[in-house]
């Protein structure tokens, strides 16, 4: 496990150390961790992480994996989360960004991820906007805010692959299973190959290319981890394939 602390990163500030503090020792208790690419987080420039959503408890791994890395976790979150009392507060005095989905206030989450990248930070995606609903549990086609802030600011574009919470956490399920211990994998690939589409206007075919791109990297690292071939084909969140897929045999990975 690599871990860097960069000194032009900003201050993960004392109330995000003091959640660290409190969760670390039981969460490490509970699974096992698995971290690999930390060399890949970029130490001294702002970046985009993409990553697969495979259970609701997966953010709280992967932004383990990255305070490990020395960078502190931004994420753009739903800001029905953000705005309930004393829990939003808590996530909002941790930089967290509010998306106000629909509204005319939707625009300024972008505008928030793309201020944050230019001081150096690193902002988190989850593109898919949702758990996985494919029946394999494979990431599904991607949403454009990810690739929107890479090509509009020039940052690179860190994909992460998950597994491990959905096996605690089963997705959209509330009951976790503790035994036998499960370990948590977060894998970081070097940064997505955009440098071709950089400098072009940003429109929707340019959009979608680095999308699919994203995707497939993401796609590609979680079949390392779950030693498994992944479809090849990734599916849409609207596509109704999805619940017509059989679920496939899982390899698991106890730790």
Same mark, same amino acid.
């Given at each position: 496990?690599?871990?860097?602390?960069?000194?032009?990163?900003?201050?993960?500030?004392?109330?995000?150390?003091?959640?660290?503090?409190?969760?670390?020792?039981?969460?490490?208790?509970?699974?096992?961790?698995?971290?690999?690419?930390?060399?890949?987080?970029?130490?001294?420039?702002?970046?985009?992480?993409?990553?697969?959503? /495979?259970?609701? #408890?997966?953010?709280?791994?992967?932004?383990? $994996? @990255?305070?490990?890395?020395? *960078?502190? &976790? =931004?994420? %753009?979150?739903?800001?029905?989360?953000?705005?309930?009392?004393?829990?939003?507060?808590?996530?909002?005095?941790?930089?967290?960004?509010?998306?106000?989905?629909?509204?005319?206030?939707?625009?300024?989450?972008?505008?928030?991820?793309?201020?944050?990248?230019?001081?150096?930070?690193?902002?988190?995606?989850?593109?898919?906007?949702?758990?996985?609903?494919?029946?394999?549990?494979?990431?599904?086609?991607?949403?454009?805010?990810?690739?929107?802030?890479?090509?509009?600011?020039?940052?690179? /574009?860190?994909? #992460?692959?998950?597994?491990?919470?959905?096996? $605690? @956490?089963?997705?959209?399920? *509330?009951? &976790? =299973?503790? %035994?036998?211990?499960?370990?948590?994998?977060?894998?970081?690939?070097?940064?997505?190959?955009?440098?071709?589409?950089?400098?072009?206007?940003?429109?929707?075919?340019?959009?979608?290319?680095?999308?699919?791109?994203?995707?497939?990297?993401?796609?590609?690292?979680?079949?390392?981890?779950?030693?498994?071939?992944?479809?090849?084909?990734?599916?849409?969140?609207?596509?109704?394939?999805?619940?017509?897929?059989?679920?496939?045999?899982?390899?698991?990975?106890?730790?």
């Amino acid at each position: 496990m690599s871990t860097q602390t960069p000194s032009s990163r900003r201050d993960p500030g004392w109330i995000l150390r003091l959640i660290v503090a409190l969760l670390r020792a039981p969460v490490t208790a509970m699974v096992g961790r698995r971290w690999n690419g930390g060399e890949n987080i970029p130490p001294h420039e702002g970046f985009v992480i993409a990553a697969n959503h /495979v259970s609701h #408890i997966d953010p709280i791994m992967l932004a383990h $994996f @990255l305070y490990d890395n020395g *960078a502190p &976790p =931004r994420y %753009l979150a739903k800001a029905a989360i953000l705005d309930v009392p004393v829990l939003g507060r808590i996530l909002r005095s941790t930089g967290q960004i509010p998306v106000y989905r629909g509204t005319s206030n939707a625009a300024d989450a972008y505008s928030a991820a793309c201020a944050a990248v230019e001081s150096g930070e690193g902002v988190i995606f989850y593109p898919e906007g949702t758990i996985t609903r494919d029946p394999g549990e494979w990431p599904m086609g991607g949403k454009s805010g990810a690739a929107r802030v890479a090509l509009t600011t020039g940052c690179p /574009v860190i994909p #992460i692959a998950q597994w491990g919470p959905n096996l $605690f @956490l089963a997705p959209y399920t *509330a009951r &976790p =299973r503790f %035994l036998p211990r499960k370990t948590m994998e977060v894998t970081a690939g070097p940064p997505v190959d955009l440098d071709d589409l950089r400098g072009r206007e940003i429109t929707h075919e340019v959009l979608a290319e680095a999308m699919d791109r994203i995707m497939a990297a993401i796609t590609e690292l979680l079949a390392g981890i779950r030693g498994e071939v992944p479809p090849a084909e990734r599916l849409s969140l609207h596509d109704p394939r999805v619940k017509q897929r059989p679920r496939p045999a899982r390899l698991t990975k106890e730790g």
